[in-house]
């Protein structure tokens, strides 16, 4: 039937694949967007260093300390979470009643000088780390490694976890109600300034727990994320900024849109996001799954 | 009058370069209901604003058990007991009315419990699990005070609660805020509505371009109505 219309199977779910384990990244790393978003009204572009710096923190702890994949899976984000704290606390929060533009500003030069420092230490080129996972199952019609179907259901988890957090909790009733009317939140005696600092700290350590995940199938470097923020980020706009069930179905779904692009018609594949984006917004402007306010 | 609750002398305000109110004094006793009345930008709900401490810029004393708090945050000035009920109301839409009610965090022993409260209000019962601002405008009022009941605070601050409402539903807060108030419960009310004020309060501070200028009790009403009167442009 595949051949039908000129597509080997094996090509055809190889990309399809690959789509949606592009897919779990971009949904993990959008969600962290999302929520910083909501939260602190500023778009972090550093997102991208920050999941750059989770990888590497499972590269240093593994090649340093010896600590395996597993334990990094929960080491990682806390460091790389921590040392968001530090930059929330001691930078963002000055911006906060600026205008979105420095907010750009500052974390799009953050990012920058992040990923300065970790290429002038470990240049470019990339390291490999070890699959913990090796192996494979022989679908039939593909070949499926074990390590990235583990992906994909660990990207669902996260998601479906984050999502539960957020929309099920107290402390995620007062993010979202913190996200609609701060002022009063605070009269309420909530500690409005130290959630957002925990909210920022979740995020990045949601970007590197994204980045500990991704280095087994990537090489660790220090520009493995530079391109992601932008695709992100367009990822963000089109679910809807501060959706949370927009930005994991948007995230899986333009995964898959850009595998399948790739087997169909490979050169709009590194286009076809922004398409999207520039459709959605002439339709829906406030995204598919945002509400205009 | 019995132990002074809140004390506010020479309080000043301002927004942005604006400044707003220009040395307003008050006091009230533990279990009064005291009103401030006043014309629209008379500065009654920066005064409760400020008490809140969730204006730009404020200063002069504010004291709440006898304990200063006009350099505090408000996070710190609602965990000493103060609750505020603010003139728009404040409903979160991305909460149901249940989350909208849960929110505000326990800040002292002895609030009313969520039964309680919904025997208060048995509308907001029925409509738990929906969306806080679908509610109707009276049930959205009914939220707003049910939540801060539930929180110990002792003290109440309640901007324009009858604002924009049906005549039956002004009738049913004013039966609620006398039974809150039987409760046990200070209550500073802001009003525009004096006829509603004067069925509930014990004294009347009245505002002026960001002064008080006059306070009445509930007995002197009657007599100084003619003066009242000017002074609200009724």
Redesign the interface.
Known sequence: MFELIGIPPQALFGQLLLGLINGAFYAMLSLGLAVIFGMLNVINFTHGAQYMMGAFAAWLLLGILDVPFWASLVLAPILVGLFGVVLERVMLKRIYHLDHLYGFLLTFGLALVIEGLFQWKWGSSGAPYPNPIPGGYNLGFMFMPTYRAFVVVAALVICLATWYGIERTKLGAYLRAATENPTLVRAFGINVPRLITLTYGLGVGLAALAGVLAAPIQQVSALMGTNLVLVVFAVVVIGGMGSIMGSIVTGFGLGLIEGLTKVFYPPASNTVIFVVMALVLLIKPAGLFGQTK | MAETLLKVEDLQAWYGESHILHGVGFEIGRGELVTLLGRNGAGKTTTLKSV???VEKRTGSVTFEGKETVSQ???A???LGL??C?EER?I????NVE?NL????M?RPGGMSLSEIYQLFPNLQERRRSQGTKLSGGEQQMLAIGR?LR?GATLLLLDEPTEGLAPVIVQRIGEIIRQLKGRGFTILLVEQNFHFAATVADRHYIMEDGHVVDIMTAADVKQNIGKLQAYLGV
């Open positions: 809140m401490g969730i945050p408000s996070d000035i609602a965990r609750a505020y603010p404040g979160f839409s991305s909460l989350e849960m929110l505000p965090p800040v801060i929180t």
